[in-house]
């Protein structure tokens, strides 16, 4: 069958904050081929995305993003790995194209999924889908105390892990940052997995990231995220050396395999953490999950949007089954909750699993989604490029 | 003084054709401040940089490019890279952004360069202004013979080198590059300097690249630009190797001073080839053309659009005396030479250098800018973001 449509809407809560919360607004991505359906989520700035899906040829390898994809056959997994393929090299010098496409690769794989009959984790080789054990992402509180309060209900709501970043970490005295991680550790209690996330809060400072190397290890904690850019491969490298047992973490910034295959190689990573949103879909995570297993590096699902979001990013790593640790969105504002009508929650055990329904098995919900979108026209020399899609 | 507009005109030829011609159409960038204005180009993609200079925040670290510019100081260089950091920080999930900070950069450079009545080279610390070699960019013919044609008449034009890209280059037997390459030797002369532009044919191919080995050796090649994408910095440390003495080249597509770096560190590169209009600007540029002198890579500007692009393209090596050969665009559309009152011309020893007036010392010319002024607007949820500014 042929790929008949591409329609991007353009989701937002009546007001976006300027807070850390990745919650806020969304691209959601439906495609059409025969008499099937694929929907899928592209992270982050849904304006650009969409001027890059229907955006004026600049020169051969500079096309709109859906002149790759439109007309174009979809039948199997190949078939999706060559619009992969074909996106990259007609639009080379787009630079948003990579985030275009993950929305648009998600799609296609819950299209396909929905017509075989198949969770896309089996398209994609997996005959098991292993449970996953979820991390309450939060950010430190503003004090220890409060910090301590936060580690405190997590443990009560059930998680065996928490994740708390940036906020005032790091960026104040050693002192604050060692009592931060003391009341973290207390109010996980001794089991609990303890994750920090320094939001790249060091940029490229080595000596200030060593700095907190002991306080960290004595809190035991498993991983230190983003303590520079992604980047800063020689950075994370010189702390990878004096960092153990805590592992480094990053890689959520990688936009095609090639980066998060870098930060692998040259970084010192204990764990990568792909978002299936940004770094070109499904299919170019399934990559680097295969090439993180082959070099001892464990890898994360990045996720801060709707379950759609969540069931894309944990497809890439489902069968993987010593890679257990998954980032689980937990503050999520009502557009990203309301947008899907079932939702991936922890069982009894207080694990999760990707879905084992067709596609991506997450439905989205066309009433909730029409309260959140948000009308958007583009015209050029004229003619309308864009104007936001009737959704049924 | 504060800066108080950021107005970026699309420009095109009436018709875009698919070919590799980046020079068909144009990101033109206006600053204002104070009583002072700059001028600077995106490279590439003019509707998708316009929409990330002015999307709605998706949140804090996913902010419009102009919120982290407009408003802001501009009396001196660091306020330059101050705000560049801050684009980086405030956009950092935006991936569009560094295409649309590269056009602002630029511009700013050109407006403090007038405002202190100084050439940009000068702003950037350097004292000297050396002449760099133009090599005359061309594809490969169709034929040996045609390519033949080719050389001849790029060494009766007085060009000292030449670069031959992909065409039927790299796609073919091995016998039909054999004969290509003798071509463009045989027409250049003995003394003429030859580069070869592989355009990624080879992907990630090593092999396929190894077999071009003997003849590009045979050749005389001074350089294989870019036999495979630009992340692929194992593949091209793998036949760095063997290459010697063809250098091998690449870098157009880097978007960050880390992307630069990390093929300057672990591609084996001879010769770093950077655009800065894609890579975040001239301070960005500036950074890497440091580096790269510093471990012993040659710089080299990536520019295939107006003059205004190549002023800026030269500026952050202009002072460096041993990196001399420099992209040079030939085969301009109308649009790219028009749009600029003055141009950068080979002088009677056919060598070229940045301009000695202030700023980038090149003046857009506004009338003709006018006519491949495309009218564009975008609106989001009832609000008019973007509708193309007036030009005077």
Redo the contacts between chains.
């Keep these: 069958m042929k790929i008949e449509s591409i329609d991007f809407f ?1 989701l ?1 809560m009546p007001s ?7 919650s ?2 969304a691209l959601l991505v439906r495609v059409r081929a025969g008499e099937w359906t694929g929907w899928g989520e592209c ?6 995305s ?3 899906l ?10 709109p993003v859906q002149d790759s994809v439109l007309g174009h056959t979809l039948d199997s997994a190949n078939d999706i790995r060559a619009i992969g393929d074909r996106v ?2 007609n639009s ?5 194209a ?2 275009t496409l993950s929305g648009i690769d998600i799609a296609l794989w819950d299209l396909l999924g929905r017509r075989h009959n198949e969770p896309v984790w089996r398209l994609l080789g997996y005959t098991r889908n292993h449970d996953k054990t979820p991390y309450a992402s939060v950010l430190f509180g503003d004090t220890a105390e409060e910090t301590l309060d936060k580690a405190h209900t997590i443990r009560a709501q059930g998680f065996r892990a928490a994740k708390f970043g940036w906020g005032p970490f790091g960026a104040g005295t050693l002192r604050d940052d060692e009592l931060q991680l003391q009341a973290a550790r207390e109010g996980l209690g001794a089991e609990g997995i303890l994750l920090i996330d320094a939001g ?1 809060v060091w940029k490229t400072d080595i000596a200030a990231a060593r700095a907190r190397l002991p306080a960290l290890k004595a809190a035991r904690t498993t991983w230190l995220e983003e303590p520079f ?6 950075e994370y490298h010189a702390l990878s050396r004096d960092s153990a047992p805590v592992g480094m973490a990053g890689g959520e ?1 990688c ?5 998060a ?2 930060m692998i ?2 970084a010192g990573l204990s764990y990568v953490q792909i978002d299936a949103g ?1 770094i070109g879909g499904i299919s170019v995570a399934k990559d680097v999950a295969d090439y993180a297993a082959q070099h001892g590096v464990t890898y994360v699902n990045h996720t801060f949007t709707s379950n759609l979001a969540l069931s894309a990013s944990l497809q890439p790593y489902a069968g993987i089954e010593d890679h257990v640790i998954s980032e689980f969105p937990t503050e999520l504002k009502s557009l990203a909750v309301d947008m899907t009508t079932n939702h991936i929650k922890p069982d009894h055990n207080g694990t999760i699993r990707a879905p084992e329904a067709p596609g991506l098995g997450i439905e989205p919900d066309l009433d909730a989604i029409e309260r959140y979108l ?9 003619r309308t ?1 864009y104007r936001t899609p009737a959704l049924r």
Tied chains: 1, 2.
């Design positions: 353009y937002s976006v904050l300027d807070i850390g919360d990745g806020q607004d992270e982050a700035a849904p304006l650009v969409i001027a890059s229907v955006c004026p040829m600049s020169h051969s390898a500079c096309k990259r090299a080379l010098d787009l630079l948003q990579d985030h790249t850019v992604s980047g800063a491969l020689a910034g936009h095609n395999a090639h980066m295959m870098h190689d040259h940004r948000v009308d958007t026209e583009i015209r050029v020399a004229g490029l």
